[in-house]
């Protein structure tokens, strides 16, 4: 039996022919009839500058959320039946009642649209005030955010919050498995008394390396009174490295000039730069060493980072880097997030089906559907232009994290199973 399916225009005629041709023919759809939205809250720029946020890259890292949403809503396979729109809000960062403000105002009286997932905020301070609300029975909403508190990972209060960022402790376990791995068991540690980089991480570093590695702490205020030199003279050729910007160029350029410098001693750096002012580096030093051979001395150190967005992994897209123009990384993460929630809503809705359930009438506070979209949330495992994507159940937050020798990686480090795959080839002396 033929079938004829019409288009809205033809709706009466179709409405006839299905009373006389009963159950027995199913038209397919012509398009993706249903639409979800997306409530994505992020660090835009405030010009009252009484409410400043401390950072402000809203606008250079929400490119990849919009061609996320793109690519999805032209896949067949993903979301057959429904569109991602994106809606965008600022987050206030530091501000947090920003915000709270916003994320009410979206939820209930801004633009009547039933939203079906957040992304973001950036910053830990306002991601605890969304995940917050977001964790309630009354609106139980999933959120995939930036935000890096390892407080974030308490499921009791945040049971629908996803972490696309490792925690911050997160660093400290893979430098840990980095010593493990290559047996080091003596190092120097180098930070600013005045000004650490992440205390915390400080602090978790000392803790965790008692009793397996003896490290010797050299701390100034000023980079020329670092004892490098007496540091060339013991034993140690692993220098952990806390300094930052303009601290840590001297003495990167200090090293350059003493030969302390990989293959002879391997630099770990913390949060050495920010990823914004990448060519800070290139300029150098006015009277020690040339932008070329400073990030010829940064090129050859270990960074601990939780992305990959130099590296050709995706399964997904090929053409983020033109998106993401200005190369912030967030902006690669946040095509991750977006995605994320997208195949978590696609696995979904066969679940859902059989719970004589639909995407098409999700709403707050319905627990059935959040709960069966965390299910799939827990499953989730792709690789994305930032890196592997998959999600500790217990602790919400992505589970690997990738060292690289500046752009050349040389092991993922799981938190799952605390295990360091390293290409020791290339951090090795």
């Not at 977001?134 to 919050?161: F, K, M, W």
């Not at 983020?320 to 967030?330: F, K, L, P, R």
Request: net charge negative; glycine share 6%.
């Amino acid at each position: 039996m033929a079938v004829l399916c019409a288009g809205s225009t033809r709706q009466a005629i179709l409405l006839l022919l299905l009373i006389f041709v009963g159950r027995d023919g199913v038209c397919a759809q012509s398009g993706k009839n249903h639409t979800l939205y997306l409530l994505s809250l992020l660090s835009y720029p405030n010009n009252n500058t009484s409410l400043k946020p401390s950072i402000s890259d809203a606008n250079y890292i929400i490119p990849g959320a919009h061609l996320a949403v793109s690519d999805i809503n032209n896949r067949s396979d993903i979301l057959a039946d429904y569109r991602l729109e994106i809606i965008t809000a600022g987050d206030g960062c530091n501000i947090e009642w920003i915000a709270l403000v916003n994320l009410i105002d979206y939820l209930y009286y801004k633009e009547g649209k039933q939203i079906v997932g957040i992304v973001g905020p950036e910053c830990s301070d306002s991601t605890k005030v969304v995940a917050s609300i977001t964790g309630r029975p009354e609106i139980a909403l999933i959120n995939v955010h930036l935000g890096s508190a390892p407080e974030l990972a308490d499921r009791t209060l945040y049971p629908y919050s996803y972490g696309i960022r490792p925690p911050t402790s997160a660093d400290v376990d893979a430098v840990i498995a980095l010593f493990r791995y290559n047996k080091w068991t003596q190092a120097a540690v180098l930070y600013n008394s005045e000004m650490l980089v992440d205390y915390n991480s400080f602090l978790l570093f000392q803790e965790k390396t008692i009793g397996t590695v003896n490290l010797t702490y050299t701390s100034s205020a000023s980079p020329t009174q670092l004892p490098l030199e007496q540091l060339r003279r013991s034993y140690v050729r692993v220098i952990v490295s806390f300094l930052r910007d303009e601290t840590l160029k001297r003495v990167l350029c200090l090293a350059y000039f003493k030969n302390m410098t990989y293959p002879r001693y391997q630099w770990i750096l913390f949060e050495p730069y920010d990823d914004s002012n990448v060519s800070f580096w290139y300029e150098g030093n006015q009277h020690e060493c040339s932008g070329e051979q400073l990030f010829t001395t940064l090129n050859q150190s270990i960074e601990i980072r939780s992305d990959n967005p130099y590296g050709d992994t995706s399964d997904i897209d090929k053409t983020i880097d033109n998106a993401c123009q200005y190369g912030n990384v967030d902006c690669y993460v946040l095509f991750d997030a977006v995605w994320a929630i997208a195949l978590a809503l696609n696995n979904s809705i066969e679940p859902l089906r059989a719970s004589a359930l639909s995407l098409s009438n999700y709403a707050y506070g319905k627990f059935a559907y959040t709960q069966i979209i965390k299910e799939q949330m827990n499953l989730l495992s792709f690789n994305g232009v930032w890196g592997a994507v998959q999600f500790n159940s217990s602790t919400g937050f992505i589970i690997n994290i990738t060292s690289t020798f500046y752009y050349y990686s040389i092991g993922t480090f799981s938190f799952l199973n605390g295990i360091l795959d390293n290409d020791s080839s290339k951090a090795a002396f």
